[in-house]
Structures are given as C-alpha cells and as structure tokens.
C-alpha cells in the first residue's frame, strides 16, 4: 500500500517562504518523478514544478526563480521550497508521485493536499 503524505502548508506573510514536503510511504521499488500541483478557488489545476529521477526539473513560468523542487531518494521524500511568495500563490497543493510498489505495476499516486495561504 502506498500513501503520499505531504506537509509545510499554512499562512505566510507575502515574501516570506514555506517548505512543502511529500514523503511516500510503502514498498517502493522504483520513484520515478514527481511533480507538484496547486489549485485556488474557482480556477483550474496548475502544474507548478516536476522532477524526474534524475534531477531534471521543469517550473511553471509563474514559479520560475521563486520555487525549487528537490527530492531525497534516500529517503522517497520530495520537497517544494517556495520563497518571496505572493498573494497569488495562495491555492491548495498537492504532490503526484510516479513510481512502482513492490509486486504491482507503474501508477501515479496522489497526496492529500496541504492548503498555502499567502496573506497579509
């Protein structure tokens, strides 16, 4: 059984930073990429940043220089480090991990979400 659980969310200051992380629980045979997600109300789901296996990340133009993506293998945890962040950025995010459990085939697995509200 896999479970992604993600944490770091709450109310920040505009400019100010959170760390969201996403630790993936279970017989992990191998993490390929995961990607972050955000949705505020009333608008579509933005992809906000991915990173494969290797390292290779991608940003959503509204994120580029402001957020990192990063993972620890080691550990099956992936990070999002959000800084000088706006009132914009206030949305619910949610972590996608791609990978394969132990005995079961390749699938995208999904956490909770963890509400970021960026207000003064």
């Known amino acids: 059984q896999v479970q992604l659980v993600e944490s770091g969310g709450g109310l920040v200051q505009p400019g100010g930073s959170l760390r969201l992380s996403c630790a993936v629980h279970?017989?992990?045979?191998?993490?390929?990429?995961m990607e972050w997600y955000r949705q505020a109300p009333g608008k579509y789901r933005e992809l906000v940043a991915s990173?494969?296996?290797?390292?290779?990340?991608n940003y959503a133009d509204s994120v580029k220089g402001r957020f990192t993506i990063s993972r620890d293998n080691a550990k099956n945890t992936g990070y999002l480090q959000m800084n000088s962040l706006k009132p914009e950025d206030t949305a619910v995010y949610s972590c996608?991990?791609?990978?394969?459990?132990?005995?079961?085939?390749?699938?995208?697995?999904w956490g909770q979400g963890t509400q970021v509200t960026v207000s003064s």
């Open positions: 990173i494969t296996s290797g390292g290779r990340t």
């Open positions: 279970g017989s992990i045979y191998m993490f390929y990429s």
């Open positions: 996608n991990a791609d990978l394969r459990a132990t005995m079961t085939p390749r699938e995208t697995y």
